[in-house]
């Protein structure tokens, strides 16, 4: 306990320490400069992009590696954690290079990957993938065949037992995957500094202002931001439980 | 009397049909679609960048790959992440065990705030992690005028980066073992402290060998993201070359300099790490599910 | 709809589930598909349903190969063991499924199914329950909610496969009358899996006795039980008594003891005969050599019956025998006594041709 105190709580009670010396009137200023207001839309709306790619290809890999057999399938399920693995720097200087105008995928397409909202995306899918494959596998593993099977026989093709007996099944696997994705994008650094090109009100996010307050020893303003991103993603995640909690309120037998 | 299994019932019709008609599976054109889909995004997104990094690595060679991994900054990188992983890793598992074996085998008030908290790194960013540290330790901060008056250095130097690191990785191993230890319930602890074996004979004996595999799948993890931490080292290191710049910082460092070749050969050296954690936990899961 | 099934053969990897099974069933009929845990039943029933393929054979429906055709195509309804409710639908839903996902051109009006689905809820008395989910039901209820989605659809053919089988003793008995009820009002036909020897004789218009991936016989209860063609089904339909012996000259013998079995005139082997509990006398003097002496070593009184074990004199075996309480209290016995105990009805079967 005493541990957990001194690695977690207390550090974590500095953030509240240091607002606190802050007047109300520089705390506004700062969480609502234009840079930062412009930074929360980007993070915001780049994990949710991210979050919701990977809810739906995340599903499907998840599905494709239960349900069918195919060459190298154990090569796959495997390669799915690597953005568990692999550092996150690591991660963000490759996936730069690639999606750089000049990079292996980036030189098919017209317009530019890397150093825009899209290469942020980008990063942040990598990022949450296994966060939705690996809750969504286990549901589906231990999914019933019984179901599908009673729907089929009750005359329903396969399109719609799926959309209508197997995808509310999988549904909490997938917001739960989901949230984990979304919160992990938000706060993510490491491998977005790269590939997000860092232009003040385009591609610099949320967590990149506190560190360039810090480069500029600008401490008490770096807390700012922090609290909003910390109640911001309270929040969230709070929302999103809410949503679980009355989901599974009505249907475990 | 009848012959009972004698029931004849040769019926004419004799046909062989294999018949698998069912429409409980989608059609073959459905499935390989999906799994051309899943290739394709795995592709993108995961192998291609992997295999980019070894091919951009060794575009200049041999020679450079090596001279860019002995240069002595990268070695002392190399020896700080080290040092760094030794460190945390034995503490979070320490910890990480006792507070499973807390929540799992006792009960008292608190423990659920007690799991809420130790899922609480995996909610805050990185960079927060490194900043309440420095709000801690650093110049400015609460202990910033004791620390200098005694002369000692937390943050830019070995103790800040420990104990970011220690506070991002915090999560990992408990969070792997509590599930596993609830489903094991304590019958088996109490059968052995019943038979006369004190508690940490009964610990060592009948716990550990329960939770190994699943100690050894939270601690690859832990390890992993311990040597790859970037956001919340890059804020308490002060990238001081050759001497606080762990390898991920170091590859920061050359490729902001433009020395592509070698970022992405010390990247190369972690990506290997990487492979090596993905199978190492794949061992350990499936270990774990034989039991 | 009257079912054939022709030769059929299933198996999972090298493992023969179903043997060269052939039935012949009318339309209409209510059958119960009875044996131990592992014969087959289930496959055949999934077999029947199309949710499983199958090595060899056919099955026609009035007629029709219907051996390739999908599940959804062949009008049935199944009722799954654990019910397989859809568990994010209420009640209402569920039963409406069935309905709900048929062709635009074929599917009925919203009203049409409500009405449909109101009618079907009353009918199998859950109409109070619409809204609820499956997870805020009893067992029984949620199994009737199960049949009530399965003939929502109108099946010509009715599968279940244990439907009964999680519920407690009562409910059973409750439910399996009232199974009855609905199969004759919907005519269809129906067969249903059960283990239970004593549901399949009570609701059953035929039972198929399956072992072993294979049928032992199919008859009406009354065939099965009063005339069993093989030792399997004699001790799988009720408790049955065993006499050992060897065949001569149309008798049954051991030691002392021999009876007649005239469909034996010509065999010399080791044989067994079976005896139903109700089939045994109980005697007090020794007329003949039809009768062995036992002990008796334990009564029971259960209503109207008096069941008797006995332990034979001669060779240490357990007989039971149960007789009316009357007959009993005439007899005036006690524990202890020893009796002599007649099979009136022996069933001789020789070993060689099967195995027990
Ligand atoms: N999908 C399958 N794969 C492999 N073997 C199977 C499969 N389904 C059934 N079996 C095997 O086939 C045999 C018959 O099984 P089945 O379920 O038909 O028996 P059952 O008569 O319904 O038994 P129970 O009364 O226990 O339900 C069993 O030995 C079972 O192990
Ligand atoms: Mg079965």
Not at chain 3, 52 to 64: A, P, S, V, Y
Request: aromatic share 10%; hydrophobic share 50%; proline share 5%.
């Amino acid at each position: 306990m005493l541990y957990l105190s001194f690695i977690v709580i207390l550090p974590l009670s500095m953030i509240v320490v240091n607002t606190l010396s802050m007047s109300w009137g520089e705390f506004f200023e700062t969480i609502t400069h234009p840079r930062a207001v412009a930074s929360y839309k980007l993070s915001f709306g780049s994990a949710l992009a991210a979050g919701l790619i990977n809810v739906i290809f995340g599903t499907i890999i998840a599905w494709v590696l239960i349900r069918y057999d195919f060459p190298g399938k154990k090569i796959i399920d495997g390669l799915v954690d690597l953005p568990f693995a692999l550092p996150t720097a690591v991660a963000g200087i490759a996936l730069t290079t690639l999606y750089a105008p000049s990079g292996w995928i980036g030189k098919f397409f017209d317009f530019k990957i890397s150093y825009t909202p899209l290469g942020i995306v980008i990063a942040l899918t990598f990022i949450g993938l296994p966060f939705v494959v690996r809750t969504v596998q286990p549901v589906l593993q231990n999914l019933g065949r019984e179901v599908e099977e009673a729907s089929a026989s009750l005359g329903a093709n396969r399109f719609q037992t799926f959309v209508k007996v197997i995808l509310p099944e999988l549904y909490p696997a997938m917001i739960t995957g989901f949230s984990l994705a979304f919160s992990r994008s938000l706060g993510e650094y490491g491998s977005v500094v790269f590939i997000a090109g860092n232009m003040p009100m385009k591609t610099e996010i949320t967590p990149l202002i506190i560190m360039t307050k810090l480069e500029q020893y600008d401490y008490v303003g770096a807390t700012a931001i922090a609290v909003v991103m910390l109640v911001g993603s309270f929040i969230i995640l709070l929302f999103i439980n809410l949503i679980q909690w009355r989901m599974n309120r009505k249907f475990n037998y | 009397m009848t012959k009972p299994l004698d029931v004849d019932r040769k019926m004419p019709i004799v046909k062989k049909a294999v018949s698998n008609p069912y429409p409980l599976k989608e059609s073959a054109i459905v499935k390989w679609s999906l799994i051309t889909i899943s290739l394709l995004y795995i592709s993108l997104f995961l192998i291609l960048p992997l295999i980019s990094i070894f091919v951009t690595a060794l575009e200049k060679g041999w020679e450079t790959y090596v001279a860019s991994i002995v240069h002595p900054d990268a070695l002392a990188a190399i020896k700080l992440t080290i040092t760094v992983a030794l460190i945390v890793v034995p503490l979070n598992a320490v910890f990480g065990i006792a507070a499973a074996w807390l929540i799992t085998k006792f009960t008292f008030r608190g423990k659920n705030l007690l799991v809420t908290l130790i899922d609480l790194p995996f909610a805050v960013s990185p960079v927060i992690a490194g900043l309440i540290f420095i709000l801690l330790f650093g110049a400015q901060g609460l202990f910033g005028d004791w620390l200098f008056e005694h002369d000692i250095k937390i943050v830019f130097a070995l103790p800040g980066i420990i104990l970011a690191t220690l506070f991002v990785t915090f999560p990992f191993v408990a969070r792997e073992l509590i599930p596993l230890m609830q489903t094991q319930g304590i019958t088996e602890e109490e059968a052995s402290i019943s038979l006369g074996a004190s508690g940490w004979k009964t610990f060592f004996y009948v716990t550990l060998p329960n939770i190994k595999w699943g100690l050894l799948y939270g601690l690859i993890l832990c390890n992993a993201r311990a040597i790859g931490e970037f956001g919340a080292v890059s804020v308490v290191s002060g990238h001081i070359r050759g001497e606080t710049n762990t390898m991920p910082l170091h590859i920061e460092i050359l490729y902001n300099e433009y020395q592509f070749t070698a970022a992405f050969a010390v990247a190369s050296i972690m990506s290997i790490l990487a492979i090596l954690t993905i199978i190492i936990k794949h061992i350990a899961s499936w270990k774990a599910k034989e039991f | 709809m009257g079912i054939q099934i022709k030769n059929v053969s299933k198996s999972f990897g090298s493992v023969k589930v179903l043997k060269d099974i052939s039935v012949d069933i009318k339309s209409g009929e209510l059958i119960a598909l009875l044996g131990p845990s592992g014969s087959g039943k289930t496959t055949l029933l999934r077999i029947l349903a199309g949710l499983e393929g199958l090595d060899e054979g056919t099955i026609l429906f009035d007629g029709e190969d219907i051996t390739n055709v999908s599940p959804k195509e062949r009008k049935i309804g199944f009722v799954f063991q654990h019910y397989a409710l859809f568990r994010h639908m209420n009640v209402f839903e569920n039963v409406a499924y069935g309905l709900k996902v048929r062709p635009r051109k074929t599917r009925p009006s919203k009203k049409e199914i409500e009405r449909k689905v109101n009618e079907l809820l009353s009918l199998v008395k859950l109409e109070n329950f619409q809204d609820r989910y499956p997870s805020q039901l009893s067992g029984g209820q949620r199994q009737r909610v199960a049949l009530a989605r399965a003939l929502a659809v109108e099946p010509k053919v009715l599968l279940l496969d244990e439907p009964f089988g999680a519920l407690d003793a009562k409910v059973r008995k409750e439910l399996r009358r009232w199974l009855r009820q609905l199969h004759n009002e919907f005519h269809v036909t129906s067969i249903f899996v059960t283990h239970d020897q004593e549901e399949a004789l009570d609701v059953a218009d035929r039972i198929i006795v399956m072992n072993n991936g294979k049928i032992e016989q199919i008859g009406t209860p009354d065939e099965v039980y009063e005339n069993p063609k093989s030792p399997f089904v004699y001790d799988f339909l009720g408790n049955v008594n065993i006499f050992r012996g060897r065949l001569q000259n149309g008798k049954l013998k051991q030691g002392q003891f021999e009876i007649n079995a005239p469909h034996y005139l010509d065999s010399h082997d080791d044989a067994v005969g079976y005896a139903r509990p109700h089939d045994i006398l109980i005697e007090k003097e020794q007329v003949d050599n039809e009768t062995v002496p036992a002990k008796i070593s334990f009564i029971h009184i259960v209503g109207p019956t008096a069941r008797i074990e006995l332990k034979r004199e001669d060779n240490g075996e357990y007989l039971e025998a149960e007789l009316p309480k009357e007959q009993f209290k005439n007899l005036q016995i006690q524990k202890g006594e020893v009796v002599y105990v007649r099979p009136k009805q022996l069933k001789v079967f020789i070993p060689e041709d099967f195995s027990i």
